[in-house]
């Protein structure tokens, strides 16, 4: 557990990430980038498709590596911090919503919820307990018994962030988090995010245009 007196949960100091291409140039995704991220912190990381956002939440939730520069995060050098520390460091601080929500098309809709929770050691009761409670919260209550491809794409994007607040995470790493909503719908997701900051969780996501709400 890291000490409140630190005054910041994430640090990135003079980072670059470049991606090598076999067929044309590298990308330079970014460069030279500086950012800290306190504690009880809401970021939201605006600006136009390619500007780096997904980059960036990539090396803040341990999915990339930095090319150039230091990321700290939790008072860890992640440079010297091997696999599975990035590893742990995910499972134990972070949730995530990706952009493509990542729904395992086989399972249940409470089951995809409830899926960070098996490598927890939740047991089954209690992880679906839990996972119907979440999704009650982003509005998704009944529908547990469902697969994916039978709900909508925002449907589909609240069960995503319902599973990334299965575990009950530090930090919550978003990607678009109300990308496929509707503007009613894209409002009580920001006001969930800006609730669960309230009590303590760092919410850090990025947005295609502009922040909701």
């Known amino acids: 557990m890291v000490a409140m007196t630190d005054s910041w949960v994430a640090r990135l100091q003079n980072v670059g990430r470049v991606y090598k291409s076999k067929t044309g140039p590298d990308v330079a995704a ?23 956002k997904s980059t960036v939440l990539g090396l803040i939730g341990c999915l990339d590596a930095q090319t150039t520069g230091e990321v700290e995060l939790f008072s860890r050098k992640l440079g010297s911090t091997d696999k599975g520390g990035r590893s742990d460091l995910r499972r134990q601080k972070m949730g995530f919503v990706f952009q493509n929500y990542k729904l395992l098309p086989s399972l249940s809709v409470i089951e995809n919820v409830a899926r960070p929770l098996v490598f927890r050691g939740v047991k089954h009761v209690r992880r679906l307990k839990i996972a119907a409670e979440r999704l009650e919260r982003v509005g998704l209550a009944g529908l547990g018994s469902r697969r994916p491809f039978q709900l909508s794409g925002g449907q589909q994007q609240r069960v995503a962030i319902a599973r990334a607040l299965a575990s009950s995470p530090e930090m919550l790493i978003a990607d678009e988090p109300t990308g496929a909503l509707d503007t009613k719908n894209a409002d009580s997701i920001i006001e969930l995010l800006c609730e669960l900051n309230e009590v303590g969780m760092f919410p850090v996501s990025a947005y295609g245009t502009h922040l909701s709400n």
């Open 30 to 52: 970014l460069s030279n980038i500086n950012l800290d991220i306190h504690y009880g912190a809401f970021i939201a990381l605006v600006g136009p498709s390619g500007s780096g």
